[in-house]
Every structure is written in structure tokens, then in C-alpha cells.
């Protein structure tokens, strides 16, 4: 059997999904800004009720453990400037996507699923191929592909850092 290659990104991209939802729904409030360590990234209350991602331009050393908190804003980070790549409009600013708090995340994190597997939807075999710079800049031999495979390598990756600290809270 013969499967396209939009279907198959959409394929991993919904069973990726599908294990970063089994952690969505099991989290609670207390969750979030959880601290597992004592040297940690999360996001922290701002000027009039936003929330500030902790964020450095260098790597720290030692690298700070993230918060769920700060794993979720990390998410709708990337993906919302992945979107905007995606669909030709302006690039937003780091700092122009801010965490929407406990309360609305996971409804944030499902609208920018929805966004995405839209996009995906509308991918043909043709698109796939034609050149994108982001994420890694203007690299010539990078794709459309590339791109949506990355998302799913990096939604894997922070469904699993999401889990791992829920499942430690939930353990201490």
C-alpha cells in the first residue's frame, strides 16, 4: 500500500497530537506552574495580568528545568510563528505570544491544532517541496516537508517533557 506524504505527516502529526492530548486533559490548575527543581523556566505574572515566559537569547548552563506552564507557552510559541511561516503573514514577535493561563491553554493549544491540521490538509505532494526557511533560516536544500516533519519531531518532544513532569508531580 502506497501512502502520499501529506497523509502520512498528517498521520504522525494526529498521533502526536493524540499523546500530547492524554496529557492535556489529565492536567489540573496546580499542574502548571508546578516546580520541579529548584533552578527552573516558567512563566511569571506581568503588567496588567499577562504572563512573561522566563526566556534567555543564550542557553543558560546549567539549562533550567521547564514548567508545564512554560512547555505549553513554548508550544503555542513556536507553532503561532510556524502558522504565520505557514500562511505567508507577518512573523510575530516572541514576546507577542504570551501564555493565556491555566484556565485557557489547553483551549489555545486545540485552536492551534485545528490551525495546523488545516494548513496540513491543504498540502499537496507539490507544496511539500517547494523551499521554506524557517525554522533553521535560509538553509537551500530545506522544505515545506522538512518544516511540518519538524513539528511533529517537536510536538513529540514537548507532549513527552509535559508528561514526564506531570507524571513526576503526580508521584511526589
Do not use: C
Request: proline share 9%; net charge negative.
Amino acid at each position: 500500500m502506497s501512502v502520499s506524504r501529506p497523509d502520512l505527516l498528517r498521520w504522525q502529526f494526529d498521533m502526536t497530537w493524540a499523546l500530547l492530548e492524554l496529557h492535556l486533559r489529565a492536567l489540573t490548575p496546580e499542574d502548571y506552574r508546578w516546580e520541579p527543581a529548584p533552578l527552573v523556566w516558567t512563566v511569571r505574572p506581568g503588567p496588567g495580568g499577562v504572563w512573561i515566559p522566563d526566556w534567555s537569547e543564550t542557553e543558560p548552563d546549567p539549562i533550567p528545568v521547564p514548567t508545564i506552564a512554560w512547555l505549553t507557552w513554548h508550544i503555542g510559541w513556536w507553532w503561532s510563528v510556524t502558522l504565520d511561516h505557514a500562511r505567508g503573514h507577518a512573523v510575530r514577535d516572541r514576546t507577542e505570544i504570551g501564555w493565556p493561563g491555566e484556565a485557557e491553554v489547553a483551549g489555545w493549544l486545540y485552536d492551534l491544532r485545528a490551525d495546523w491540521r488545516a494548513v496540513l490538509d491543504a498540502y499537496t505532494d507539490a507544496d511539500l517541496d517547494a523551499p521554506a526557511a524557517f525554522p533553521w533560516g535560509d538553509t537551500p536544500d530545506r522544505t515545506v516537508a522538512h518544516t511540518a516533519a519538524w513539528v511533529n519531531a517537536e510536538l513529540m518532544k514537548n507532549a513527552a517533557e509535559i508528561g514526564q513532569l506531570r507524571l513526576l508531580r503526580a508521584a511526589g
